[in-house]
Protein backbone atom coordinates (compact mmCIF):
# COMPACT_ATOMS: atom_id res chain seq x y z
CA UNK A 1 0.00 0.00 0.00
CA UNK A 2 1.27 3.36 -1.23
CA UNK A 3 1.97 5.94 1.88
CA UNK A 4 -0.71 8.71 1.63
CA UNK A 5 0.69 12.12 3.02
CA UNK A 6 -1.19 13.92 5.46
CA UNK A 7 -0.97 17.31 4.65
CA UNK A 8 -3.73 19.45 5.03
CA UNK A 9 -5.40 20.92 2.63
CA UNK A 10 -4.66 24.78 0.83
CA UNK A 11 -7.47 26.84 0.35
CA UNK A 12 -7.36 29.79 -1.43
CA UNK A 13 -9.02 32.42 -0.23
CA UNK A 14 -10.36 34.97 -2.60
CA UNK A 15 -10.27 38.47 -2.17
CA UNK A 16 -13.83 38.84 -2.18
CA UNK A 17 -13.82 36.33 0.64
CA UNK A 18 -11.07 37.93 2.76
CA UNK A 19 -12.87 41.29 3.06
CA UNK A 20 -16.40 39.64 3.74
CA UNK A 21 -14.43 38.24 6.63
CA UNK A 22 -12.34 41.25 7.36
CA UNK A 23 -15.38 43.47 7.24
CA UNK A 24 -17.10 40.93 9.50
CA UNK A 25 -14.72 41.04 11.99
CA UNK A 26 -14.58 44.43 12.07
CA UNK A 27 -18.62 45.39 12.58
CA UNK A 28 -17.69 42.52 15.21
CA UNK A 29 -15.19 44.39 16.99
CA UNK A 30 -17.11 47.62 17.09
CA UNK A 31 -20.40 45.98 18.13
CA UNK A 32 -18.87 44.47 21.06
CA UNK A 33 -16.86 47.53 21.85
CA UNK A 34 -19.80 49.45 22.26
CA UNK A 35 -21.72 46.90 24.05
CA UNK A 36 -18.74 47.66 26.69
CA UNK A 37 -18.98 51.06 26.99
CA UNK A 38 -22.39 51.31 27.49
CA UNK A 39 -21.66 48.28 30.15
CA UNK A 40 -19.34 50.44 32.02
CA UNK A 41 -21.42 53.98 31.37
CA UNK A 42 -24.33 51.97 33.11
CA UNK A 43 -21.75 50.53 35.79
CA UNK A 44 -19.88 53.30 36.99
CA UNK A 45 -21.34 56.56 38.62
CA UNK A 46 -21.55 59.81 36.77
CA UNK A 47 -18.97 62.17 38.63
CA UNK A 48 -20.84 65.65 38.13
CA UNK A 49 -21.50 68.21 40.74
CA UNK A 50 -25.21 68.57 42.03
CA UNK A 51 -26.14 71.62 40.40
CA UNK A 52 -27.22 74.72 42.90
CA UNK A 53 -29.68 77.23 42.05
CA UNK A 54 -30.89 80.06 43.92
CA UNK A 55 -35.09 80.42 45.02
CA UNK A 56 -36.33 84.36 45.64
CA UNK A 57 -37.08 84.25 49.29
CA UNK A 58 -38.78 87.45 49.57
CA UNK A 59 -37.33 90.76 50.38
CA UNK A 60 -35.04 91.87 53.54
CA UNK A 61 -37.58 94.21 54.56
CA UNK A 62 -40.41 91.44 54.83
CA UNK A 63 -38.34 90.01 57.52
CA UNK A 64 -38.82 91.49 60.86
CA UNK A 65 -36.88 89.89 64.18
CA UNK A 66 -39.29 86.55 64.81
CA UNK A 67 -40.42 86.12 60.92
CA UNK A 68 -40.59 82.32 60.10
CA UNK A 69 -41.22 82.15 56.46
CA UNK A 70 -41.93 78.97 54.44
CA UNK A 71 -40.22 78.02 50.93
CA UNK A 72 -40.23 74.64 48.80
CA UNK A 73 -36.75 73.39 47.35
CA UNK A 74 -36.79 71.90 43.58
CA UNK A 75 -37.36 68.39 44.97
CA UNK A 76 -40.90 69.84 47.55
CA UNK A 77 -39.20 69.89 50.53
CA UNK A 78 -39.95 72.51 52.61
CA UNK A 79 -37.29 75.10 53.72
CA UNK A 80 -38.17 77.53 56.84
CA UNK A 81 -36.15 80.66 56.96
CA UNK A 82 -36.06 82.55 59.86
CA UNK A 83 -34.25 86.03 60.87
CA UNK A 84 -32.27 86.09 64.42
CA UNK A 85 -31.25 89.45 65.06
CA UNK A 86 -29.71 90.81 61.81
CA UNK A 87 -28.86 87.55 60.71
CA UNK A 88 -31.32 84.79 58.14
CA UNK A 89 -30.78 81.12 58.92
CA UNK A 90 -32.80 78.77 56.73
CA UNK A 91 -33.12 75.04 57.50
CA UNK A 92 -35.11 72.26 56.49
CA UNK A 93 -37.99 71.07 57.88
CA UNK A 94 -37.18 67.48 58.09
CA UNK A 95 -36.24 66.07 61.31
CA UNK A 96 -32.93 63.93 60.83
CA UNK A 97 -34.18 61.61 63.13
CA UNK A 98 -37.11 59.56 61.52
CA UNK A 99 -38.06 62.39 58.51
CA UNK A 100 -41.53 64.09 60.82
CA UNK A 101 -42.01 67.86 60.58
CA UNK A 102 -40.37 70.25 62.41
CA UNK A 103 -41.63 73.55 63.46
CA UNK A 104 -40.84 76.58 65.60
CA UNK A 105 -41.67 77.10 68.84
CA UNK A 106 -41.02 81.03 69.29
CA UNK A 107 -42.28 81.29 73.10
CA UNK A 108 -39.38 78.66 73.60
CA UNK A 109 -37.04 79.79 70.60
CA UNK A 110 -36.21 76.16 69.38
CA UNK A 111 -37.43 73.75 66.45
CA UNK A 112 -39.29 71.35 67.38
CA UNK A 113 -39.99 67.55 66.16
CA UNK A 114 -43.42 66.38 67.41
CA UNK A 115 -42.95 62.89 66.64
CA UNK A 116 -40.37 62.05 69.02
CA UNK A 117 -39.46 65.28 71.27
CA UNK A 118 -36.67 66.20 69.22
CA UNK A 119 -35.70 69.75 70.02
CA UNK A 120 -32.73 71.99 67.80
CA UNK A 121 -32.13 75.44 68.80
CA UNK A 122 -31.87 78.49 66.45
CA UNK A 123 -28.56 77.47 64.98
CA UNK A 124 -30.19 74.07 63.78
CA UNK A 125 -27.89 72.32 66.64
CA UNK A 126 -29.70 69.46 68.27
CA UNK A 127 -30.52 69.82 72.27
CA UNK A 128 -32.50 67.17 73.13
CA UNK A 129 -34.36 63.68 72.00
CA UNK A 130 -33.09 61.45 69.80
CA UNK A 131 -31.73 64.08 67.59
CA UNK A 132 -29.31 65.31 70.31
CA UNK A 133 -28.28 61.31 70.86
CA UNK A 134 -27.17 60.78 67.17
CA UNK A 135 -25.86 64.44 67.10
CA UNK A 136 -27.68 64.48 63.46
CA UNK A 137 -28.45 68.38 63.54
CA UNK A 138 -31.23 70.34 60.99
CA UNK A 139 -29.66 70.47 57.32
CA UNK A 140 -28.84 74.35 57.05
CA UNK A 141 -30.00 75.86 54.06
CA UNK A 142 -26.93 78.66 52.37
CA UNK A 143 -29.36 81.90 52.32
CA UNK A 144 -27.58 85.00 50.50
CA UNK A 145 -28.71 88.73 50.59
CA UNK A 146 -28.45 90.90 47.52
CA UNK A 147 -27.38 93.78 49.61
CA UNK A 148 -28.35 96.41 47.05
CA UNK A 149 -31.96 95.54 45.98
CA UNK A 150 -32.46 93.72 49.68
CA UNK A 151 -33.27 90.26 47.72
CA UNK A 152 -33.43 87.09 49.82
CA UNK A 153 -32.48 84.11 47.88
CA UNK A 154 -31.51 80.54 49.35
CA UNK A 155 -28.89 78.50 47.96
CA UNK A 156 -30.59 75.01 46.86
CA UNK A 157 -29.42 71.61 44.97
CA UNK A 158 -31.13 69.57 42.67
CA UNK A 159 -29.30 66.37 44.26
CA UNK A 160 -30.88 63.62 45.56
CA UNK A 161 -27.55 63.49 48.40
CA UNK A 162 -28.08 65.72 50.39
CA UNK A 163 -30.07 64.71 52.90
CA UNK A 164 -32.62 66.39 54.59
Not at 81 to 106: D, N, Y
Amino acid sequence: MAEQSRQPEQTDVSRRGFLASLLMGIGLLLSYGMLAVDGLLFILPRRTRPRTRKIYAGNLAQYTEGTLKSFYDLEGKEILVKRFGEELKAFSSVCPHLGCRVHWEADNHRFFCPCHGGVFDEDGQPVAGPPADANTPLFAVPVTVDHKSGIVYIEVTDSSRRRG
